[in-house]
């Protein structure tokens, strides 16, 4: 009984550093969030608005840069850049966004996987750990994997640049994001969202919506649109990899809350265990200790 008592006590004590750890986590994940929260609710407004515009001068505007960049093709090779964390301990965030993914690839994309004509672009090590052993056909990019630790626009829009001459060039028919959509630290949308050609379905929503395209252009159109299509591009990926960090933040913060109220529970249920097992003990010494004077008596 004194091993049981023993095993219990080194258990409960297991179990109260584990909780001890949780519980920081909890804190360093609220506070992460915070600012990864203000960070995309501050730009979420800007890039939608951006996303209307170029919608609206994709539908309306008589440029090479808009035309070259809204030109929809048949689909005979395509990238997806896939958005994850560098980072588990955060519920099933990635694998839901590695699912969107997933799905993407089987649905959209299976004749370009088995041909060879599916590149596949990661930022966040928990996406590349997932697809390194699969789809061998498929080339894999890490040189952006560690994007999500070093969040500038630079960093980013060097990035988009890169993809926006790659589909000028006609290396790439299309192009699309595998990301998570921040609600809140308890709700995160999960989506592949297309990033070029420019979406149809925002020309579209534009049009209906009823916003003017009768912009006055200052310079002039053409060096305008070379500057302006681009910023947009480079805001729209900025903003998918901050809705996919503070959701993973949120997602974070989540999983070790419930992990710190599990550890709590359990804890108590190891309490009642031992306090029977002691009181169990307790009862067989006296019980051993009445029958031995018994014995001595007789």
Not at 233 to 257: N, P, V, W, Y
């Amino acid at each position: 009984m004194g091993a049981n008592l023993k095993e219990v006590r080194d258990r409960m004590k297991s179990v109260q550093n584990t909780q001890q750890i949780t519980k920081a986590m909890k804190m360093v994940s609220a506070a992460k969030l915070r600012r990864a929260q203000d960070a995309i609710t501050q730009l979420r407004p800007y890039a939608n608005k951006l996303g209307e515009i170029l919608g609206n001068l994709a539908a309306n505007v008589e440029s090479e840069s808009v035309a070259a960049l809204s030109e929809h093709r048949s689909v005979q090779s395509a990238l997806l850049v896939i958005i994850t964390s560098n980072k588990g301990l955060c519920g099933a965030f990635n694998t839901n966004v590695i699912k969107a993914a997933v799905h993407k690839i089987e649905n959209d994309y299976a004749h370009l996987k088995d041909n060879g004509q599916l590149k596949l672009v990661f930022i966040g090590k928990k996406g590349y750990d997932y697809f390194k052993n699969r789809y061998p056909q498929v080339e894999k990019v890490t040189g952006y994997v560690e994007l999500v630790d070093r969040l500038t626009f630079e960093e980013v829009a060097g990035m988009a640049d890169l993809m926006i001459d790659r589909f000028k060039e006609g290396k790439y028919d299309r192009m699309d994001i595998a990301y998570a959509e921040f609600k809140n630290a308890a709700i995160q949308n999960f989506d592949v969202e297309p990033f070029l050609p420019i979406p149809e379905s925002e020309t579209e929503s534009s049009e209906k919506g009823g916003s003017s395209a009768d912009y006055i252009f200052e310079p002039n159109e053409d060096e305008l649109m070379d500057h302006l299509v681009p910023s947009i591009l480079q805001t729209q990926l900025f903003k998918c990899i901050l809705d996919t960090h503070a959701s993973e933040h949120g997602a974070r913060m989540t999983a070790m809350d419930k992990a710190t109220d599990n550890a709590s529970e359990l804890l108590k249920e190891l309490k009642i265990n031992y306090n029977k097992a002691r009181q169990e003990a307790i009862t067989r010494e006296l019980s051993e200790i009445v029958g031995g004077a018994a014995a001595l008596e007789g």
